[in-house]
């Protein structure tokens, strides 16, 4: 059965970091494209970072390009969403998902920056 289990979630000061985790059970994440996004209420949700499956290429959002960085690791099946000099604006429902089954999304992640 696939699941995606976000957590690392939490209250940040604007500047801070937060490093969330997405740990996968039921298959590889390796085997399959990566990706993160976020939702606010009444907002659709938006895409945030990707990884193909050899790790080779990255690409981000341009709002949080420079700030974020995504991480795999292989042994874990885990991946990691590094975030830092976090701004209101990043607050949100955060969201891994693997193209291994597109229309599953697990339950997220709150971050919230807020002084």
């Known amino acids: 059965q696939v699941q995606l289990v976000e957590s690392g979630g939490g209250l940040v000061q604007p500047g801070g970091s937060l490093t969330l985790s997405c740990a996968a059970h039921?298959?590889?994440?390796?085997?399959?494209?990566l990706t993160w996004h976020r939702q606010t209420p009444g907002k659709a949700r938006e895409f945030v970072a990707f990884?193909?499956?050899?790790?080779?290429?990255?690409r981000y959002a341009d709002s949080v390009e420079g700030r974020f960085t995504l991480f795999r690791d292989n042994v874990e099946n885990i991946s990691y969403l590094q975030m830092t000099d976090l701004k209101p604006e990043d607050t949100g429902i955060y969201y891994c998902?693997?193209?291994?089954?597109?229309?599953?999304w697990g339950q997220g992640t709150q971050v919230t920056v807020s002084s």
């Open positions: 990884m193909n499956t050899g790790r080779s290429n990255r």
């Open positions: 998902h693997s193209d291994v089954s597109p229309d599953y």
């Open positions: 039921g298959f590889r994440l390796r085997d399959y494209i």
